[in-house]
């Protein structure tokens, strides 16, 4: 562990690392609340944190003076990539696919046809997880733009793709 901020002898120490002009304490010290803030947060600030409380002259109990929390910061996705695999000629099967770079925890994945077909497509033909949607035995009336959604707590992303029968 490293310790990252202290009030030590009516001091507020910080230590050098890259949290460092982004966090501190909540409140003014001396206080009995100790809570820390962390502004501008990054997927690299997720990890275990650690409170450690020590009064002078008391006895110091291990188990009871120590408080911890996981922090998971969450990251929207990025804006996904759609790519059409086959050819797309009547009769024909294709699959459209989705991928997002980025993303915490993982994005899954929704296609839908616009308007003026709307459609919306379900396993087995889509797989949320994979961001793939499998069209079988193509005709014309496909033709048509999909458009594919990347989502995940953190927020959503849109790529579409022209289907050309």
């Given at each position: 562990p490293v310790q990252i901020l202290a009030y030590l002898g009516g001091v507020v120490k910080e230590a050098e690392t890259d949290l460092m002009p982004r966090m501190g304490f909540l409140y003014?010290?001396?206080n009995h609340n100790i809570?820390?803030?962390i502004n501008a947060t990054r997927e690299q600030d997720?990890?275990?944190y650690m409170c450690s409380v020590n009064v002078v002259d008391d006895t110091i109990k291990l188990d009871k003076n120590v408080g911890i929390i996981n922090l998971t910061v969450l990251v929207?996705?990025?804006?996904p990539t759609c790519q059409l695999h086959g050819n797309?000629?009547?009769g024909a099967n294709v699959t459209l696919s989705c991928s997002s770079k980025k993303g915490k925890p993982s994005p899954m994945y929704q296609w839908q046809?616009?308007?003026p077909t709307l459609q919306v497509f379900f396993p087995p033909a889509q797989d949320r997880t994979r961001g793939t949607l499998k069209l079988t035995n193509?005709?014309?009336e496909m033709s048509g733009v999909y458009?594919?959604?990347a989502e995940n707590q953190a927020g959503s992303k849109n790529c579409s793709i022209v289907l050309e029968v």
């Open positions: 003014p010290m001396p809570s820390i803030f997720s990890g275990q929207p996705p990025a804006a797309a000629i009547v046809r616009e308007p193509l005709s014309l458009v594919c959604r």
